[in-house]
């Protein structure tokens, strides 16, 4: 079965540092897609960033990249040049490949929570 | 651009009543899911549907239930309510492709307090 290890339940950074978020994930499948989300207080869930397992280049989304090392079975997440407004739960999530379109839900790690700190 | 809808915000019930959850997704997205997340908690996968039939389950009790209807909204179901189901329970939508590199956008979520 599929899993997301995220190790850090909190962690702190400067204002315009960067930080990195870690995920490890355990799959059979060869190919899968991995995601990052961020849950700001207000509740909401925000897509930030995607790498798929055959993509052989790091994914980069404006200040998030990720930072995938399929050998190791990670998928660290980069905010570089950090915001006030970065602060937020955030989530790794894992889809593991379905043909037929019957199974594509998102398994997700517990979560990093992550504080800005002017 | 459009996205997830979910209502209502914000919902009070007391133990062993029902509620319903609505959910309308992005428009052409083919794959709708229920998801709860309890205080501190990563979001739990409960049920899906691709174009209108269920087509995952997750760890959904059976004093829930939900359908997705003719115009692709969705409505969750929950009966006989405990205070364990106090939860923020989101909807999402994504659009299906032959790859699994499509999000899943979520909706604001519902906020549900039983007490």
């Known amino acids: 079965a599929q899993k997301i290890t995220q190790t850090q339940p909190g962690m702190f950074v400067q204002e315009k540092e960067a930080v990195t978020l870690d995920c490890t994930y355990d799959?059979?499948?060869?190919?899968?897609?991995l995601f990052w989300y961020k849950q700001p207080s207000s509740g909401e869930m925000i897509f930030l960033i995607y790498q798929g397992s055959y993509d052989e280049q790091n994914a980069t989304e404006g200040r998030y990249s990720l930072n995938f090392q399929k050998a190791r079975k990670s998928a660290n997440l980069v905010i570089s040049a950090s915001q006030l407004g970065d602060s937020a739960m955030y989530f790794c999530a894992m889809r593991e490949n379905s043909y037929g379109g019957a199974t594509n839900k998102l398994i997700f790690g517990t979560g990093t929570l992550l504080a800005v700190q002017p | 651009a459009a996205g997830v809808i979910q209502s209502p915000r914000h919902l009070i019930k007391e133990k062993r009543e029902t509620a319903t959850l609505k959910c309308y997704p992005i428009p052409r997205h083919d794959t709708v899911y229920w998801y709860q997340q309890g205080p501190g908690q990563d979001p739990q996968f409960l049920i899906s549907f691709y174009e209108k039939m269920q087509s995952d389950k997750g760890s959904i009790p059976d004093r829930f239930s939900a359908q997705q209807f003719s115009d692709y909204h969705s409505e969750l179901n929950m009966s006989s309510l405990e205070l364990g189901d106090s939860a923020l329970y989101f909807c999402?939508?994504?659009?299906?492709?032959?790859?699994?590199?499509?999000?899943?956008?979520f909706g604001n979520g519902t906020r549900l307090t039983v007490t």
């Open positions: 799959t059979s499948d060869q190919s899968y897609g």
């Open positions: 999402a939508s994504s659009l299906t492709t032959g790859e699994n590199n499509s999000p899943l956008h």
